[in-house]
C-alpha cells in the first residue's frame, strides 16, 4: 500500500508539472505573439516616423527654395530701385550744375560790366 501511495503520489507530481509546463508553453507562446505584435508596431512606427521626416524634409526644401526666390525678386527690386535714384540724382546733379553754371556766368558778367563801369566813372 505505502508502494502504491508513493507511486500515486509521483504520478500526480508528475501530472502537476506536466500541467505547470503546458500553462508555461502556452505563456511562453502568449509572450512569443505579444513581441511579435510590439516588434511590427515599432517597424510601422519607425516606417511612419521616416515618412514623416521626408515629407518635413521635402516641406523645408520648399520652403528653401521659395525664400531664395523671394531674396531674389528683393535683390532685384533694390537694384531697381538704386538705379532710379542714381538716375534721379544725376539728372537732379546735371540740373543744378546747368543752373550754377548759368549763375556764374550771371555773375561773371555783372562783375565785368561793373568794373568795366567803374573804370569809365574812374573809380
Same mark, same amino acid.
Given at each position: 500500500?505505502? %508502494?502504491?501511495?508513493?507511486?500515486?503520489? %509521483?504520478?500526480?507530481?508528475?501530472?502537476?508539472?506536466? %500541467?505547470?509546463?503546458?500553462?508555461?508553453?502556452?505563456?511562453?507562446?502568449?509572450?512569443?505573439?505579444?513581441?511579435?505584435?510590439?516588434?511590427?508596431?515599432?517597424?510601422?512606427?519607425?516606417?511612419?516616423?521616416?515618412?514623416?521626416?521626408?515629407?518635413?524634409?521635402? =516641406?523645408?526644401?520648399?520652403?528653401?527654395?521659395?525664400?531664395?526666390?523671394?531674396?531674389?525678386?528683393?535683390? %532685384?527690386?533694390?537694384?531697381?530701385?538704386?538705379?532710379?535714384?542714381?538716375?534721379?540724382?544725376?539728372?537732379?546733379?546735371?540740373?543744378?550744375?546747368?543752373?550754377?553754371?548759368?549763375?556764374?556766368?550771371?555773375?561773371?558778367?555783372?562783375?565785368?560790366?561793373?568794373?568795366?563801369?567803374?573804370? =569809365?566813372?574812374?573809380?
Amino acid at each position: 500500500i505505502a %508502494k502504491t501511495r508513493v507511486l500515486e503520489n %509521483k504520478a500526480s507530481i508528475v501530472d502537476r508539472l506536466e %500541467k505547470e509546463c503546458e500553462e508555461l508553453k502556452a505563456h511562453s507562446k502568449e509572450l512569443e505573439t505579444r513581441a511579435e505584435v510590439s516588434q511590427d508596431a515599432l517597424q510601422q512606427a519607425k516606417v511612419t516616423h521616416d515618412m514623416e521626416m521626408e515629407v518635413k524634409s521635402l =516641406e523645408l526644401e520648399k520652403i528653401s527654395e521659395r525664400q531664395a526666390m523671394i531674396a531674389m525678386q528683393i535683390r %532685384k527690386e533694390n537694384q531697381k530701385a538704386i538705379d532710379d535714384l542714381k538716375e534721379r540724382l544725376q539728372k537732379s546733379y546735371e540740373s543744378s550744375r546747368q543752373k550754377n553754371t548759368g549763375q556764374c556766368q550771371f555773375t561773371l558778367a555783372r562783375k565785368v560790366t561793373s568794373r568795366y563801369q567803374n573804370r =569809365e566813372i574812374g573809380v
